[in-house]
């Protein structure tokens, strides 16, 4: 079993930037890859980033890519999403989630998940 727990979310003007983290408990966090998903209101939960179990192996979405980025500390535990150059359309709740058996841009490749931290960018 793994339990994760995000936060770091919050209200940001356009432009600004937010760290969200997810702490992990227990299996080894070491040995799984995780990802970060999000889901704005009255859409379907859409893939942002994963990254393999070293950290030597990310993953982006189009719409993120060059403004987020995914880091882990295998010895806290945690896994940082870094959103910088925020836009209202990243406005959404932002997921965790561990452990992807096949694809990891595929919300059903997951078993674990957080509850999730409200990101809101104002314009």
């Known amino acids: 079993q793994v339990q994760l727990v995000e936060s770091g979310g919050g209200l940001v003007q356009t432009g600004g930037s937010l760290r969200l983290s997810c702490a992990a408990s227990?299996?080894?966090?070491?040995?799984?890859?995780v990802g970060w998903f999000r889901q704005a209101p009255g859409k379907e939960r859409e893939f942002v980033s994963a990254l393999s179990w070293s950290g030597g192996t990310t993953d982006y979405a189009d719409s993120v890519r060059g403004r987020f980025t995914i880091s882990r500390d295998n010895a806290k535990n945690t896994v940082y999403l870094q959103m910088n150059s925020l836009k209202p359309e990243d406005t959404a709740v932002y997921y965790c989630?561990?452990?992807?058996?096949?694809?990891?841009?595929?919300?059903?490749?997951?078993?674990?998940w957080g509850q999730g931290t409200q990101v809101t960018v104002s314009s």
């Open positions: 989630a561990a452990e992807p058996r096949g694809d990891w841009s595929q919300r059903r490749s997951y078993n674990y």
């Open positions: 227990g299996r080894t966090f070491s040995s799984y890859a």
